[in-house]
């Protein structure tokens, strides 16, 4: 199936400072997101993008967390500054559009806060 | 709100039975779509099969299905002959007509022994 590319795929960094998480879509696809995933729990919605601006927003994206996609090119979440809690894997996923259509994940970047 | 239930934490199947896996589900909207993913050892996330609160029949995808029973809320997971490779954690997830994030489960975990 259609592939979502993740880079990194681990990265570790000490608390307070920034770190962006880089996500290669599927070619075509319009829509875009993050989600978060801290182990043995269930992945949990970010964050929704879509023709250049954030669409949707949940509680868990916090002012420190930033969006953006410039010239069509990677699609990347930045931290800034990091906190502790943030330590969790990160995955993108894109969509070809919205309403129905099912998103296809990257595989994952694991984040660890020191 | 949206909240997706998996009770089942684990199920472990001989190879070639069917496994049924639970998931049901809460919404204030009539129209919303329902997917289930599955997480494979590697942590790589696959998109499954997808079920339209509007339509009646069943959705099937090769040796997957899907159980729709609108009105208990309810969307179970039919994997038939099944195979080692179905091993893995699968998510039920959800999204209404006007949000784009999806809503996890907390999963249930097959394991497929020969």
């Known amino acids: 199936g259609p592939k979502v590319l993740q880079i990194p795929s681990h990265q570790i960094i000490d608390m307070g400072q920034m770190v962006t998480l880089n996500c290669d879509p599927v070619?075509?696809?319009?829509?875009f997101y993050w989600y978060k995933q801290i182990l043995g729990q269930q992945m949990e919605f970010l964050v929704n993008?879509?023709?250049?601006?954030?669409?949707?927003k949940s509680k868990l994206f916090k002012d420190q967390f930033s969006v953006e996609r410039p010239d069509g090119s990677y699609f990347t979440l930045k931290i800034q500054p990091t906190a502790l809690e943030d330590s969790a894997v990160y995955f993108c996923a894109s969509s070809l559009e919205g309403g129905p259509y099912e998103q296809y994940f990257g595989p994952g970047t694991r984040l660890t806060v020191l | 709100a949206q909240k997706v239930t998996q009770t089942q934490t684990s199920i472990s199947v001989m190879e070639k039975t069917t496994v049924t896996m639970d998931c049901v589900y809460e919404?204030?909207?009539?129209?919303?779509?329902l997917f289930w993913y599955k997480q494979t050892a590697s942590g790589e996330i696959v998109f499954l099969i997808r079920q339209d609160s509007y339509k009646k029949e069943n959705a099937t995808v090769g040796h997957y299905s899907l159980n729709f029973q609108k009105p208990k809320s309810s969307i179970g997971l039919i994997i038939t002959a099944t195979q080692i490779e179905d091993s893995a954690v699968y998510f039920c997830a959800m999204r209404d007509n006007y949000a784009q994030g999806l809503t996890f489960g907390l999963g249930t975990r097959v394991s497929v022994f020969p």
């Open positions: 993008f879509y023709n250049g601006k954030v669409m949707e």
């Open positions: 070619s075509n696809h319009l829509y």
């Open positions: 919404t204030q909207d009539s129209s919303y779509f």
